[in-house]
């Protein structure tokens, strides 16, 4: 039997504030496979992003267990296992684009000539060919989070960890790189974790939607999607797309009964 990609066993997480603890995770079980996309949805403040920081290893939790390719995430982390996006883009004003997503290559001591060609193929993925001259202060905000992806697959890790990449983005300008997450994920087979407050956007984007409580976070409901991994936008019109819509909110709900 294959061992999981991230495997969570009783993971707790307490943090020591001057006002006393606070309980951030509770009890979280869950195990990803490769190729799976699983988005976690919940509550603000439910610990989803403290979750994907402790598969990071940026976070460590206080109780339980939680391996990233049967290693520790520290281990994991350093052996750059994972590329991870944040909410805001993050690009440095004074790089260009191929400036920004060449950084982590920089730091890894990457050849030149493999930097280059890994910026180019990384830009192409994301659809901003012939932008990398550019800064980010002449891109939209789209197209910054786009660069902001692409810096993340530069190294090419197996897993990609996605902290609500398009929450600040317009409808319209979201629903374009849901799109497209979607075909990067078909064309590199990547494991991708997704943190959203969006239910459309959690039902669209996964094969597998992880429903958090308010805190102590704890998971409510695991639901593996049986949508085709090809999905147009007017997917979400059809009634199997809206049924799993109405089992997140209901578990979001429920979440907030325990």
Known sequence: MKKPVIDAQNVDLTFQTNDG???????????????????FIGPSGCGKTTFLRCIAGLETPTGGTLTVNGLTPEEARKSRSYGYVFQAA??????????NIKLPLEIMNFPKAEMDKRVEKVLDLVDLKGFGRKYPWQLSGGM?????????LAFDAEILLMDEPFGALDEIVRDKLNEEVLKLWAATNKTIGFVTHSIPEAVYLSTKIVVM???????????????PKERPLD???????IEIAHRVRDGLRAGHDV
């Open 213 to 227: 409580s308010p805190r102590p976070g704890r998971i409510t409901d695991v639901i593996e999607s049986p949508l």
């Open 21 to 39: 603890p606070v309980h951030a995770l509770k009890d979280v079980n869950l195990q990803i496979e490769k190729g799976d996309f699983v988005s």
């Open 144 to 152: 910054q989070q786009r660069a902001s992806i692409a810096r993340a």
């Open 235 to 241: 997917i979400r019109d059809t009634p199997e797309f």
């Open 90 to 99: 993050g690009l440095y004003p004074w790089r260009t684009i191929a400036g």
